[in-house]
């Protein structure tokens, strides 16, 4: 009997030895297959639009598991206090043609500039040099040399090519063609950005008075009231840091994803203007952020330019260091009039 077991011991091993390699291969065709069928574009849409219902149906597992394994602590949509509770809770709200037009990179600039006209405020956008629906269709002939790409419909799809360094042009296509294959934000559950149309924007660089390039002004706003100024540098490089600051460009002790510089960025002089755009824009919303840049005129002033209209900074998912400035923001933000 022993030797009998012993038999069909060996010969199950040598058939898995031999199966094994089969089988794996299987799985791993049909896991392929899987991920290309997934991948078409009908498919996408269609097994995205059952995700939103079933996380409408169930209460949103998905985002409550994002959440915690971002932040590190519990979800609360009843009643959101921090600021990335918040944010995830206006995720969730009613998409208005409003806020897909601002977050439309190609409309977004039309939108700002006229709200600076509607105001009479003085505000800048850089030129928009074509908006294509495919790759091939990019102007390259007629661009200049140095030019920005961005995908109209998502969020931190942004290139900088410098083609006096080399041609890019195709080498940048499969990049481009990723960008335009799906809808951004439908499993971060940032579900504004469906309805925008997918196209590549093509802008004029800008250009900054220094090596590090632009520095990029991001004013947290909740009903036209500002409550934190973040500034961007090194974003061009490698050595990137954020400092985040109040109205009155005082240092937060805090860190946001980003290291903090070693000291204190230079104070705009024409900050109440900025300011001034900031709390025009946003008296309609909850919350947004208004991204804008200062740029230097030949006779020694600034012009403002508009950068764009931000509804949901790291999705909401962001571990804050220390966690009381998390909930310290979501004071800020006033979510009805009411409160």
Not at 250 to 257: A, F
Not at 305 to 321: H, I, L, Q, R
Not at 331 to 339: D, K, P
């Amino acid at each position: 009997m022993k030797q009998q077991f012993l038999l069909m011991l060996a010969s199950g091993k040598s058939w898995l030895k031999h199966a094994a390699p089969v089988m794996f291969a299987l799985l791993k065709s049909l896991n392929q297959s899987r991920k290309r069928l997934w991948a078409i574009p009908f498919v996408y849409g269609l097994r995205g639009r059952c995700f939103v219902l079933k996380e409408r149906c169930m209460g949103y597992p998905a985002l409550r598991r994002q959440f915690i394994e971002k932040t590190g602590y519990e979800m609360d949509l009843k009643s959101p206090r921090s600021f990335n509770q918040k944010i995830s809770w206006l995720k969730l709200q009613r998409v208005t043609p409003l806020h897909v037009q601002a977050v439309d990179k190609a409309t977004a600039k039309q939108l700002a500039l006229a709200w600076a006209n509607e105001h009479g405020v003085a505000l800048h956008a850089s030129r928009t040099l074509a908006v294509v629906s495919r790759p091939a269709e990019i102007p390259w002939a007629s661009l200049p040399p140095r030019v920005v790409l961005k995908a109209t419909h998502a969020s931190g799809a942004v290139q900088f090519v410098d083609r006096t360094r080399g041609d890019f042009s195709e080498s940048l296509e499969p990049l481009l063609r990723s960008w335009l294959r799906h809808p951004y934000g439908v499993y971060k559950h940032e579900w504004v950005y469906w309805p925008v149309r997918r196209r590549l924007l093509v802008e004029e660089w800008l250009d900054a008075d220094r090596e590090s390039g632009l520095v990029d002004y991001k004013f947290h706003m909740s009903r036209g009231r500002c409550f934190a100024i973040q500034v961007n540098e090194g974003f061009q490089t490698d050595e990137r840091t954020r400092a985040i600051l109040t109205p009155d460009w005082q240092p937060y002790d805090v860190r946001w994803i980003y290291a903090r510089p070693l000291s204190l960025p230079q104070c705009p002089s024409n900050l109440a203007d900025m300011l001034n755009i900031a709390r025009l824009f946003s008296r309609e919303f909850p919350y947004i952020r208004i991204d804008l840049y200062n740029l230097p005129r030949k006779d020694g002033g600034f012009n403002i330019y508009f950068g764009e209209f931000t509804f949901f900074p790291a999705s909401g998912c962001v571990d804050m260091n220390p966690r009381s400035f998390d909930y310290w923001l979501g004071e800020q933000i006033m979510l009805r009039t009411s409160l």
